[in-house]
């Protein structure tokens, strides 16, 4: 019953491969977020959809593609992985923007290793 | 632009000792504010909110914060802290009436002795 999962947990790789991480919700929202936190535990914002539409699409290289099949699902592909895309990256969810409901639900996160 | 400024990067309590975690935000608008938690490993975990009415908010596990918009502020404060309470502590803000871009500060990490 996770509200908010994704997969994998754990992703060590190589430089230069492609990768993906999936996010599913089952709470019913419509607007889905991508996240990074850093080495310092820094968090940003990276991409969001509402209802399948990207509405926030931060200062990411064009290497990052996030990709929303339906409500429920946001994925984030990364092309040519470079060592400075380790990280831990964030799934979450909430009801849409200005809905008076917007709290986000975050996901256990992925670590990514990129070596 | 919006920033959110957490004063205090770490703090080391003991157990039974009162915390306050300090949080400013610069924005013109009107916000909505929360914290959130990360426990060791974790992910972030939703303390407590405000979007409206009574500035003290109690959120769980005995948090509370307090908005004072004159002073931009929301801070987090729990009477007694436990040895469970160790873990790092976001305050994060979104404009209202945006497309619900949180912006996070950078982080207190809270460290509770027995």
């Known amino acids: 019953d996770t509200a908010v999962s994704q997969t994998p947990k754990y992703l060590v790789t190589q430089m230069g491969n492609d990768k993906s991480i999936k996010c599913e919700q089952n709470?019913?929202?419509?607007?889905m977020y991508w996240y990074k936190q850093d080495s310092k535990k820094f968090l940003k914002i990276m991409f969001s959809y509402n209802n399948k539409e990207l509405i926030i699409n931060e200062t990411v290289p064009n290497r990052f593609s996030p990709k929303s099949p339906d409500k429920a699902h946001l994925n984030l592909h990364i092309n040519s992985l470079e060592l400075g895309d380790s990280a831990v990256y964030f799934c979450?969810?909430?009801?849409?923007?200005?809905?008076?409901?917007?709290?986000?639900?975050f996901g256990p996160g992925t670590r990514l290793l990129v070596l | 632009a919006q920033s959110v400024s957490q004063h205090n990067h770490h703090v080391i309590l003991s157990e039974a000792a009162s915390l306050e975690l300090g949080c400013n935000y610069s924005y013109g608008g009107t916000v909505n504010l929360f914290w959130y938690v990360q426990y060791p490993g974790q992910h972030l975990q939703l303390l407590l909110k405000y979007f409206s009415g009574d500035p003290l908010v109690k959120g769980i596990k005995g948090f509370e914060a307090e908005f004072i918009k004159s002073k931009f502020s929301f801070n987090l404060r729990k009477p007694s802290v436990q040895w469970s309470d160790t873990a790092e502590y976001f305050c994060?803000?979104?404009?209202?009436?945006?497309?619900?871009?949180?912006?996070f500060g950078a982080g207190t990490r809270l460290a509770v002795h027995p």
């Open positions: 994060a803000v979104n404009a209202r009436g945006g497309y619900n871009k949180l912006i």
């Open positions: 979450a969810s909430s009801h849409p923007p200005s809905s008076g409901r917007e709290t986000q639900y």
């Open positions: 709470l019913g929202h419509d607007t």
